[in-house]
């Protein structure tokens, strides 16, 4: 399967076969910094505090962790 997300409408003009759209609610600022703080945390190394790394994630809460 292949998903995308965009800020933009879906054409069903673009493709020979209409996909499943589903709409999906925003991440909530907790959410968005839980995410944020276990990829710091994976990124870690074993010795740092675990301080800095929750300093780190409320300091990037507010933006977007994507994989692109």
């Not at 995308?4 to 589903?22: C, E, K, M």
């Not at 990829?39 to 994989?67: F, T």
């Amino acid at each position: 399967p292949l998903f995308t997300y965009g800020g933009q409408s879906w054409d069903p003009d673009w493709a020979a076969r209409t996909p499943v759209v589903l709409t999906v609610a925003g991440a909530s600022p907790g959410q968005q910094a839980a995410r944020w703080r276990y990829a710091l945390e994976a990124a870690a190394q074993e010795d740092a505090p675990e301080a800095d790394v929750d300093a780190l994630a409320r300091s990037v809460a507010a933006h977007r962790l994507d994989s692109g």
